[in-house]
């Protein structure tokens, strides 16, 4: 069977995504191009509404397929089929399979028996109590990503519930993996030549609070991570600033291969719409977090997640986000307008801000980290570093090949080299030359590599 995968969302469908391709391939299937699958397959996210809706009309395209192949069928997983469920079933005939976040599992056998004509529409939408491991497909169908670089998840769900969120509600609750499981992955992917992973969660500081985790806190987690042969870079992410401990912060400034970057999100400047949003920290906890934080390691790039338009957010409410932002001075962030979700316990707030001032709001926000995410590139300008090649720039010219590469804290770094190929994975002394508006441009350092 030919199939074809769309994912949106975070990072964790990301890598849902590559896993089900890699259990799929494992059975003899092939991905194929959206003109040519046979099987279509979405992998959702509902955090807002916009890519929720994208998910309606991706089906609407997917069924045009039919003309080419009656025997054309979509499967809906991830965070919008936990949500809308069986209500896929009557809104598109050609949905014949929706799975949820720990349905997964079980999606690869689900879809051969429908594509053998064993079944005809399956549901797997139970949440489970304890992380289910998953099928390792076999070692001659786990290629080695060229890329060198692998995600690994430590936990399943969020206990959270942060009053705008759905992610509690379609990822279930939270499920630490068993370490050994954790680090075993890690091992196996290391020695087969993986430099860099990154360790996923929704909220990995929050590992091991639950049973699964065996007692090992996210601290020592990293740490036996950390200390295996032939691993480069360690990454980890999201973590929630009430949840990160004192010993992950130090780690920071002791563990050689953990990458100087950290994902924070603040999501809002202002204690009184954290207070609402049930985030369970202040500006001053905040504050206090990200000055430890840039004590263990002072070159540590912080970036954000940021919410406007909250609720019964204020104008003064958003100039303390806007202050936050210039304080903590982010490299990045990703913000976004508050959006009602199914469920959640801000429905019910008010007032709402109307969507023509959140639109205001969101366009200034994004303004003011602009201009500090080129103040902080620019600084970096002379620096030598290191960057973990990634594959081909997409702006290529007439000269040497331009290589995009990552430097530790993962920004990324495009690079002229006289390879055309072959460098994939590779680690590249450079120094920075110039500051782009969201990158940085290397040259090759004169060192002995
Ligand atoms: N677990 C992660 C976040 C997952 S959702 C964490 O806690 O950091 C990713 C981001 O989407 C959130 O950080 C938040 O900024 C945004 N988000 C979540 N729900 C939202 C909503 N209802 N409206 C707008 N943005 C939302
Ligand atoms: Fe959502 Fe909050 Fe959980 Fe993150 S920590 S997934 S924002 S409920
Ligand atoms: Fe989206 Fe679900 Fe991830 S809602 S952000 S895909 S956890």
């Not at 028996?113 to 079944?119: E, F, L, S």
Request: charged residues 25%.
């Amino acid at each position: 069977m030919k199939f074809h995968i769309t994912t949106f969302g975070c990072q964790m469908n990301v890598h849902d995504s590559e896993w089900l391709a890699r259990a799929l391939e494992a059975r003899g299937w092939e991905p194929a191009g959206e003109d040519e699958a046979q099987v279509y397959i979405l992998n959702t996210c509902s955090v807002r509404d916009k890519p929720e809706q994208k998910v309606y009309s991706e089906l609407g395209r997917v069924a045009a397929h039919l003309r080419r192949d009656p025997a054309v069928f979509a499967a809906v997983g991830g965070c919008v089929a936990q949500q809308v469920g069986r209500g896929f079933f009557d809104r598109f005939p050609h949905v014949r399979l929706v799975f949820g976040s720990d349905g997964i599992a079980g999606a690869p056998g689900a879809l051969e028996r429908i594509a053998q004509g064993r079944d005809d529409r399956v549901a797997l939408l139970d949440f489970v109590n304890i992380y289910e491991e998953r099928e390792r497909p076999n070692e001659r169908t786990v290629a080695v990503p060229e890329t060198r670089q692998a995600f690994v998840n430590i936990m399943q769900g969020c206990d959270n519930f942060c009053a705008y969120c759905i992610v509690p509600y379609t990822r279930g609750r939270q499920k630490s993996r068993h370490p050994d499981a954790v680090v075993e992955e890690c091992r196996a992917l290391a020695a087969s030549g993986v430099r860099e992973i990154t360790l996923l969660g929704q909220n990995v500081n929050s590992f091991g609070l639950d049973k699964g985790g065996a007692g090992v806190s996210f601290a020592d987690l990293l740490r036996r991570v950390a200390a295996i042969d032939g691993l480069d870079r360690l990454r980890f992410t999201t973590s929630h600033p009430k949840d990160i401990a004192p010993e992950v912060i130090a780690a920071f400034g002791e563990l050689p291969n953990l990458c100087p970057s950290l994902h924070l999100p603040l999501q809002s400047g202002s204690d009184a719409v954290l207070k609402a949003m049930r985030r369970r920290y202040d500006r001053t906890r905040y504050l206090s977090i990200v000055d430890a934080l840039k004590a263990a390691r002072p070159d540590i790039a912080l970036t954000t997640d940021l919410i406007v338009g909250f609720p019964g957010e204020t104008e003064a409410d958003f100039r303390d986000t806007l202050e936050m932002v210039e304080r903590v001075g982010y490299e990045s962030s990703f913000s976004f307008k508050y959006s009602d979700r199914p469920g959640v316990a801000a429905v019910n707030m008010e007032p709402k801000v109307a969507p023509e001032e959140a639109g205001e709001r969101l366009a200034r926000l994004q303004s003011l980290q602009n201009s500090i995410t080129r103040k902080c590139l620019k600084k970096l300008e002379g620096v030598r570093t290191d960057a973990f090649i990634e594959g081909l720039s997409r702006m290529q010219d007439d000269g040497p090949t331009w290589w995009k590469g990552r430097d530790p804290a993962g920004r990324i770094v495009n690079v002229p080299l006289a390879e055309g190929d072959g460098l994939m994975g590779m680690m590249i002394p450079v120094s920075i030359v110039e500051a782009k508006k969201h990158s940085l441009v290397g040259e090759k350092a004169g060192s002995p590599w």
